[in-house]
C-alpha cells in the first residue's frame, strides 16, 4: 500500500487551522476566557479593518525599515567581528565571554538610556534591535571560523593557496551554514527587541499599532497584528534560508 505524502507546509497549515477550530470551540462552550482570548474568526475577519482603518501595510512598511537598518548592521558587524575574534587569538579570550553573557542579557530593559541618548526616534529602536542581535551573529561566526576541518585547510595549503584564497574558497564556504544560524538568532532578537521597544515607547509602526489597540482593548486586532507579524517573520526567514542554500558550496 502506497503511503500519501503530505506536504509540510500543507500539514502546518492544517495544525493552525485545528488549533484555531479548538480554541473557537473551548471560547464558545466556556472553558476559555472571551476576555482574555478573542475568538479565531473575530481575529481573522479583524485584519481588513486593519489594513482599512490601521494603515497596517504602512506601518509594516515602516517596522521593515527599521528591522532592514538593524538586520543589516547585525549581519556586517557580526560577520565581520566573528573573523576579528577567530584571526586575534588575544582579542578572543579577552571579549568571547562577555559577549557571551550580552546575549544573555535583557536588553530591552535598557531603553530609557537608548531614549536618551538617541531621542524618541526611529535611532532609538534600530540601535536597540542592532545591540540585541549582534552577540548571537558574532558568536556563531566565530564559532564556524574555528570549527572548519583541518582536513580541509590541510588540502588548500597542498595547493599552496594564498591567505585570501583560503578565506575565500575553504574558511568561508565550510563557515556559511553555522553563520547563518547566527544570522538567524541573530534576527529573532533583533525583531523581538524591535517590536518590543516600539511597542515600549509608543513610537513607530507595528509596535505601536499593539500599543494602541491594546489600550482600547481591541483583543482581536492585537491578536491579528501580533499574527501578522508572525507570518511576516515566516517569509523573512524563508527568504533567508533561500540565500543561504544559494551561498551554501554543492555537495
Known amino acids: 500500500m502506497q503511503i500519501v505524502r503530505i506536504p509540510p507546509i500543507a500539514f502546518g497549515l492544517g495544525c493552525v487551522a485545528l488549533s484555531f477550530c479548538a480554541v473557537e470551540v473551548m471560547l464558545a462552550v466556556g472553558v476559555l476566557n472571551q476576555f482574555v482570548i478573542p475568538f479565531p474568526s473575530a481575529v481573522i475577519s479583524s485584519f481588513g479593518r486593519l489594513f482599512a482603518e490601521e494603515q497596517l501595510l504602512h506601518r509594516l512598511l515602516v517596522t521593515g525599515a527599521e528591522a532592514l537598518a538593524a538586520s543589516l548592521l547585525v549581519i556586517g558587524f557580526g560577520i565581520g567581528g566573528g573573523i576579528l575574534l577567530h584571526r586575534h587569538r588575544i582579542l578572543r579570550l579577552a571579549t568571547e565571554s562577555w559577549i557571551a553573557a550580552a546575549a ?7 531603553y530609557p538610556l537608548f ?3 538617541f531621542g524618541r526616534s526611529s535611532a532609538t529602536i534600530v540601535a536597540m534591535g542592532f545591540v540585541a542581535g549582534l552577540a548571537p551573529a558574532l558568536l556563531k561566526t566565530l564559532e564556524g571560523f574555528q570549527g572548519v576541518r583541518k582536513t580541509l585547510l590541510n588540502v588548500g595549503h597542498s595547493y599552496n593557496l594564498s591567505p585570501t584564497q583560503m578565506f575565500w574558497k575553504i574558511q568561508f564556504p565550510a563557515a ?3 553563520i547563518f544560524t547566527g544570522i538567524r538568532l541573530g534576527l529573532i532578537f533583533t525583531l523581538i527587541n524591535l517590536i518590543g521597544v516600539e511597542f515600549l515607547i509608543n513610537f513607530g509602526g507595528l509596535g505601536q499599532l499593539i500599543n494602541d489597540l491594546a489600550e482600547r482593548y481591541d483583543l482581536p486586532g492585537v491578536f ?7 507570518l511576516v517573520s515566516v517569509v523573512l526567514f524563508s527568504a533567508l534560508e533561500r540565500i543561504e542554500r ?5 555537495r
Open 224 to 230: 491579528a497584528t501580533i499574527i501578522f507579524v508572525i
Open 104 to 110: 544573555a542579557a535583557p536588553i530591552v530593559l535598557a
Open 176 to 178: 556559511i551554514p553555522t
Open 246 to 250: 544559494w551561498l551554501r558550496p554543492a
Open 115 to 117: 531614549l536618551v541618548i
